[in-house]
């Protein structure tokens, strides 16, 4: 199975650029997705094909990366943003990463 | 608008069996994948099956394959999940979504609990 890598957690400022990590143990082209998933609720779709904004979801929200490294970005992060963000590949069987809480000041 | 419901969850037994249904709407479901994605609690996500548009391709995961059966009704727009010998570590929150093997799940249901204890 392709292992997706993510640090657990991170705390920003609003207003202030955050990036979010994903490292896949193989390459997985540009199979890679992200998901916002608030407590109580189910994900959202943020983005696809590693670097494609999901309809709907605010210009704020980024992605980027092929291969194994991948990257969220939120530029500028908003109170309403604190969640958890959860990276896929669907590049073979699909997996998640464990998820990074982010969390404002 | 895009919704999937899902149904059929609860407290059941090791060893037990247990279906569970997810209910489409506002798109058409016979052109669509559906994914199943399960998360236990205070953990991350998992998935656990795939089916095709016309439900002639499944695919799972070694942790439930053998165990697990995904289908679909094209006809009454719901999709399946057929859990047997289940066990505890299957414990989780039980999520439909349109999606396929090869893409992302752009729409979620609000999921269905399954709970496996004695």
């Known amino acids: 199975d392709t292992v997706l890598t993510q640090s657990p957690a991170l705390a920003v400022s609003p207003g202030e650029r955050v990036t979010i990590s994903c490292r896949a143990s193989?390459?997985?082209?540009?199979?890679m997705h992200w998901y916002q998933q608030k407590p109580g609720q189910q994900p959202k779709l943020l983005i696809y094909?590693?670097?494609n904004l999901e309809s709907g979801v605010p210009a704020r929200f980024s992605g980027s990366g092929s291969g194994t490294d991948f990257t969220l970005t939120i530029d500028p992060v908003e109170a309403d943003d604190t969640a958890t963000y959860f990276c896929?590949?669907?590049?073979?069987?699909?997996?998640f990463g464990a998820g990074t809480k982010l969390e404002l000041k | 608008e895009v919704q999937l419901v899902e149904s059929g969850g609860g407290l059941v037994q090791p060893g037990s069996p247990l279906k569970l249904s997810c209910a489409a709407s506002?798109?058409?479901?016979?052109?669509?994948?559906l994914n199943w994605i399960r998360q236990a609690p205070g953990k991350g996500l998992e998935w656990v099956a795939s089916?095709?548009?016309?439900?002639?391709?499944?695919y799972y995961p070694d942790t439930v394959k053998g165990r697990f059966v995904v289908s679909k009704d094209n006809a009454k727009n719901t999709g399946y999940l057929q859990m047997n010998n289940l066990r505890s570590e299957d414990t989780a929150m039980y999520y439909c979504?349109?999606?396929?093997?090869?893409?992302?799940?752009?729409?979620w249901g609000q999921g269905v609990m399954v709970t496996v204890s004695s």
């Open positions: 089916i095709n548009p016309d439900g002639s391709s499944t």
């Open positions: 506002g798109f058409t479901f016979s052109s669509n994948w």
């Open positions: 193989e390459s997985v082209s540009t199979g």
């Open positions: 979504a349109r999606g396929g093997y090869y893409s992302p799940s752009d729409y």
């Open positions: 896929q590949q669907s590049w073979n069987d699909p997996t």
């Open positions: 094909g590693a670097s």
